[in-house]
């Protein structure tokens, strides 16, 4: 049994790293730990734990946690990362940073979230967790930046025909929604039921945070810049994102090439499925799974592609579940089915 | 043209009654107030607002909104209202209040609001506004204490046969469903989008601070003391209330001579409709509406009343417009058609 | 007092329909028609309408209907339109038709609808209802072809670009979103709650029937042909439609010029808001109103425009009225306020 | 491995309880069926379930089914049910029949469901699959009446003090709110997204159909009967249902006796979760788990009992596959964990 500990376990992200955790055969949860006045039982906190899980959750204690781990998970705000994941590297631990602090080449990291990376070393070492793109890299990882969920979602959709649309010299718009978990569990206002519920907004525009993170990975694959353009939304629903990407046809070869470089790129993942040409996924597919579901169509000149994933699962504690077990050499699928 | 000023324009109820008010002719808003850092147009605070209103939205001047209105209408929280109402009634301004705070006697207010009341002259002066109960005594007041949400839905529910069902010392159990809207605009973990969708939950069973209020008033039109027992549950809907209210029949007449109290009662009622014996009513029959809609039904020896209201509207700013009408002798349904 | 007929009364057009028309002081409703068994009074149907109409509900009489009126409101499915307009026509009545069968020249609208169009008559004299666009010919028209909901969204957002953006040869793509009650009231399990709820899917991409109604409108403005890529998607909402407008910049001028356009364009017109530069609307800025709030950003070197309506008015009902007051030259926005 | 099949496999039961059954390592579905034109795949019909079942749905054939089968699930409407289920008996094959048919005593079927039941035989035969309640009995069963969702909520949150309050002769109101999956997956205009969402409403208040089977069973365990007065509402949520209810204190224990009561009675239970004293669940702790939650509370002379399930688990196919772990000597909580 490999011994795993969870630092960050009160936020959504955490709560159903948990979840998942706790259907893996493999692993025992060890530690909990979070801002919490004193220890707790975790059910005390959440009572849908009641009967689930016994173990306590605790302020961080990097020694404790260190000592009673194998492998650690940090759900944490970017920025409080980077200062927790060398603690745990330099005691030989390996660590899932589902934060955005390891995602990112330092220069870019910097621009886009405006502060000082200082924990640079780490950051090259770092291997971007999308197993459809580094399976190989992950299983010999000791360290895993765990994707974005936006980024899941809009990179996977285009992994196949990167190359293509790059070369092609193409624009992508990558028009995507989000339920309100996305942002966190906080007490703000905007994230009330009162301003989310029978409504829907676009925010950040162009300007999201996890533009560079599409663009650095997209430009890696297609060996050439690539431009994504971006907008975010917020939908009233708990979780899952559904992003419509749109590229224009010209220089792109016939729908059925471009659908065949989807079903053979994805022909062996077990989490992705591709949709029969012309149809396309709904979030329902996929919330409360571990898949990211996609659908080609070619109407009108455009190549219009969808893609689904709940943000909490692929785009979060599922996907970092998935590049645990990877790491340890295990069924990829165990506990995520 | 009557001059009207809000204070608390930036609550859920505040913004809902700046609404009522322009739609209303025979009214014009001459002030705004809240806790704003500096002068702002309200449509800056609150798009939805462009180009329905230009009155700026301020921090309170008592003697500015005095000069400049009629009439106030205070939409603060509790132990607020208190502090700000006696400084408008001492110069002669008419006040309708939508706080708790001159809903109660003294001892039931100190009671269940845990706080003393800094101003019991005008507490005993104010006029309990629920029109199909005060409508005469609303006529002739300077000062309204305008009811509580869950109080409207439940006491118009009991009020034609409050009398009977004291007589025959039957208990009432009340079991209420609201919107959260009616817990106001709060950047509360309680009030998120991801607590509160895709949930339903009971709260203060028994213990609400609006049980009191209810109690007060039936027991005053029973002569009799009247207990409520009251559970009210939070709905995954922006506004609305759904009473649930059980008495058993034993003591009580027939079904068709309990459902004539109803008919009767409210016949000559302009926001009360009764429905036809044995049907209820649901929400969206008056959402967005000031009507209180009543079904009454006799099944296996229990009476069963449902009533519903919008609580932004019949619950808070619509009864508080309704009220106002009443005072300035116009047409009670003035703006509320 | 212009006497007004609603035919359809019961969809949820109709209904809207009517709730707008009786706060209209100018007009008075004389008949409701829809598919009924017996005559019914229509708050027997909706009882939210009690106490606010006592017109009953008919099986359609074309003859009583145009003896009671000077004006009708086709609320009807398309294909149905097309059989009962020209009998309304030959009268002499006015007409505002909410359905398709009249907003397209009569290749497209066969091309699109898959049917023949059995009054080409009257569909060259219908002018097409967009008051920003059509005013003038509305106020001496007789008969009205009423916008589509997603058309009306998505029109808007561009008239004051078209030009520009037809000359420069862009790509227009437009992803809408649209709550559920843009379907109709329909007992469909695709619209079931079971189905709607918690999810969220795109439609009918770049192949919807109201493709032809934007390119067709716009490439008119343009006196040039434009293409509209159009994905419509269903969002978990009653009401509104939010479009999110994408144009690349390139040959288009910078974007304090592009935002000149839109306040110049839209600065008389009453039920058009268009956002400081860089803010962009939301659903609930404009739900329950006519109003169509336009936002307008450039990043990137993209213009990403976003509008939103609520389509049940703006969207149908309301800008059906809000043609009947310029028909009637009463003001525009009577009962729409 | 134990062979299964699912009869009715396209309903939101028969969906959830494959779910249900993918993750029990103990048995293996064999065969699908459901009302359907042509063998499908189900993930055809059903998209999420690609990658996950490999089965096909086919038309009920029942000789097929049983060769293929140890243990049938019948998840099919009333009156549906008692034709199929005596075929499956006769043919010597374990069945849990999650409809109405064989959970009532013939006359109060026949009386609350309105028809003849024609399989009176093995309805006096068939174990009521409360684990709570029968176990023992569940163990040797060969054919299970599965509760239905509401009394499973009503009867778990009055087992341990039926006895004393049938005894004292309290009334007992209880006061149910249901997500709409509880009405099926049905093309009904009641049950869609325009009537269901921001909506709320009580239907067949003390004359639902669930009534005599809470009764019967609490009558049976108190020895003397039992009146439940039971009015359900319609909640706009996806799934759980949360009863609140109601009964006086006088004649009762005190509330820590009370309390101890539940404590005893449920301690060994792996799927009844009690809250401390004083505490009450809301539907987020079950959503989603086979979990039922309860919480007691005495407040103002009255207890107050809250009781939270998810519909379609413990409500149903959770409870279902519960059964059948039962039944088969393994592991109860297999699978549903």
């Given at each position: 049994?490999?011994?795993v500990?969870?630092?960050?376990?009160?936020?959504?992200?955490?709560?159903?790293?948990?979840?998942?955790l706790l259907?893996?055969?493999e692993?025992t949860?060890?530690?909990l730990?979070a801002?919490?006045?004193?220890?707790?039982q975790f059910s005390d906190?959440?009572?849908?734990?009641?009967?689930k899980?016994?173990v306590?959750?605790?302020?961080?204690?990097?020694?404790e946690?260190?000592a009673?781990s194998?492998?650690v998970?940090l759900?944490?705000?970017?920025t409080?990362?980077?200062?927790i994941?060398p603690?745990f590297?330099?005691k030989?631990?390996k660590?899932?940073?589902?934060?955005?602090?390891?995602r990112?080449?330092?220069k870019?990291?910097?621009?886009w979230y405006?502060?000082?990376?200082?924990?640079?070393?780490n950051?090259?070492?770092?291997v971007?967790?999308?197993?459809?793109?580094?399976r190989?890299k992950?299983?010999?990882a000791d360290?895993i930046a765990n994707?974005g969920?936006?980024?899941?979602?809009?990179?996977?959709?285009?992994?196949?025909i990167?190359?293509?649309?790059a070369?092609?010299?193409?624009?992508?718009i990558?028009d995507s929604k989000?339920?309100?978990?996305?942002a966190g569990r906080?007490?703000?206002?905007?994230?009330?039921f009162g301003?989310?519920?029978?409504?829907?907004?676009c925010y950040?525009?162009?300007e999201h945070?996890?533009?560079p993170e599409?663009?650095?990975i997209?430009?890696c694959?297609?060996?050439?810049?690539?431009?994504?353009?971006?907008a975010?939304?917020?939908?009233?629903v708990?979780?899952?994102?559904l992003?419509t990407i749109?590229?224009?046809?010209?220089g792109l070869?016939?729908e059925?090439e471009?659908?065949?470089k989807y079903?053979?790129?994805?022909?062996d993942?077990p989490?992705?499925?591709?949709?029969?040409l012309?149809q396309?996924?709904?979030?329902?597919?996929v919330?409360?799974?571990n898949f990211?579901?996609?659908?080609i169509k070619?109407a009108?000149d455009m190549v219009?592609?969808?893609?689904?994933?709940?943000n909490l699962?692929?785009g979060?504690s599922g996907?970092?579940?998935?590049n645990?077990?990877?790491m340890?050499g295990?069924?990829?699928?165990t506990?995520?089915?």
């Amino acid at each position: 049994m490999i011994k795993v500990g969870v630092v960050g376990a009160t936020g959504y992200t955490g709560e159903e790293l948990i979840e998942v955790l706790l259907k893996n055969s493999e692993v025992t949860i060890t530690s909990l730990s979070a801002l919490v006045d004193k220890e707790t039982q975790f059910s005390d906190l959440y009572p849908r734990f009641a009967k689930k899980i016994s173990v306590p959750c605790k302020s961080l204690d990097i020694n404790e946690v260190a000592a009673k781990s194998d492998l650690v998970f940090l759900a944490l705000p970017h920025t409080v990362s980077m200062k927790i994941a060398p603690e745990f590297i330099k005691k030989g631990k390996k660590i899932i940073d589902l934060s955005a602090d390891y995602r990112l080449p330092v220069k870019l990291y910097e621009k886009w979230y405006g502060t000082c990376h200082t924990d640079t070393g780490n950051l090259n070492a770092a291997v971007y967790g999308l197993p459809e793109l580094n399976r190989e890299k992950i299983k010999t990882a000791d360290f895993i930046a765990n994707p974005g969920c936006y980024p899941t979602s809009v990179i996977l959709a285009l992994l196949p025909i990167a190359l293509m649309v790059a070369k092609a010299g193409l624009t992508v718009i990558a028009d995507s929604k989000s339920g309100a978990t996305g942002a966190g569990r906080k007490a703000l206002m905007s994230l009330s039921f009162g301003e989310v519920d029978e409504n829907f907004k676009c925010y950040k525009a162009n300007e999201h945070q996890h533009i560079p993170e599409m663009e650095h990975i997209l430009s890696c694959v297609a060996g050439k810049d690539m431009q994504v353009n971006f907008a975010p939304h917020l939908l009233p629903v708990r979780r899952g994102i559904l992003s419509t990407i749109y590229i224009q046809q010209k220089g792109l070869p016939e729908e059925n090439e471009i659908y065949k470089k989807y079903t053979e790129y994805f022909k062996d993942e077990p989490f992705v499925r591709v949709r029969p040409l012309g149809q396309v996924p709904e979030l329902q597919d996929v919330a409360g799974t571990n898949f990211c579901d996609i659908g080609i169509k070619v109407a009108r000149d455009m190549v219009i592609i969808v893609s689904v994933i709940d943000n909490l699962l692929k785009g979060a504690s599922g996907q970092a579940v998935q590049n645990m077990n990877i790491m340890l050499g295990i069924d990829e699928k165990t506990g995520l089915m």
